[in-house]
T-cell receptor, first 115, second 111 residues
């Protein structure tokens, strides 16, 4: 499985500000995904980060609120823009495995609290 | 629409067996995954089923019946460290690579 790191691991932010979360993988991967896990909830897919093109967003998520970059095959960022307390959540990146089974592995997550 | 159902919580004693069921109704099917998530941590991959039948990995086994839209995760010889949330997730053919998660089953192991 790939080794995935995320920065920051946690942050406390003020309403109206923005935070950029980084996801780094130790090997080149085609597919990278960003998920959100709100308190006490399961995971919801935000978007697929595509290398060299715009991210593909799921219903209910838009680029203006969650801009994503994917400059190469080992790195991606997710920005949470103009934050409100409702954005308090854990944000996780995931990547496909290399074993050919479509398995996805998750980064350690970024715990965001918006005051 | 897509629907993935699993029980909210299950309690079992140390050394026992627990079976977590997951039923799904999705547009197309390309595999079912089970993840374990301890409080405050990221999900950890446990198993992947794409064909009918049982996959065994040590104390954990996962079963799939595609015709019934049904899977279960079997945890044997329960240990206290198995107390966690267990997430069922489906990959559909119209959303390659993307996982749709159930709400998770909180397993509590008691002494």
């Amino acid at each position: 499985s790939a080794v995935i790191s995320q920065k920051p691991s946690r942050d406390i932010c003020q309403r109206g500000t923005s935070l950029t979360i980084q996801c780094q993988v130790d090997s080149q991967v085609t597919m990278m995904f960003w998920y959100r896990q709100q308190p006490g909830q399961s995971l919801t897919l935000i978007a697929t980060a595509n290398q060299g093109s715009e991210a593909t967003y799921e219903s209910g998520f838009v680029i203006d609120k969650f801009p994503i970059s994917r400059p190469n095959l080992t790195f991606s960022t997710l920005t949470v823009s103009n934050m409100s307390p409702e954005d308090s959540s854990i944000y996780l990146c995931s990547v496909e495995g290399t074993s050919g089974t479509d398995t996805q592995y998750f980064g350690p997550g970024t715990r965001l609290t918006v005051l | 629409g897509q629907n993935i159902d699993q029980p909210t919580e299950m309690t079992a004693t140390e050394g026992a067996i627990v079976q977590i069921n997951c039923t799904y109704q999705t547009s197309g099917f390309n595999g079912l995954f089970w993840y374990q998530q301890h409080a405050g941590e990221a999900p950890t991959f446990l198993s992947y089923n794409v064909l009918d039948g049982l996959e065994e990995k040590g104390r954990f086994s996962s079963f799939l019946s595609r015709s019934k839209g049904y899977s279960y995760l079997l945890l044997k010889e329960l240990q206290m460290k198995d107390s966690a949330s267990y997430l069922c997730a489906v990959m559909t053919t119209d959303s390659w690579g993307k996982l749709q998660f159930g709400a998770g089953t909180q397993v509590v192991v008691t002494p």
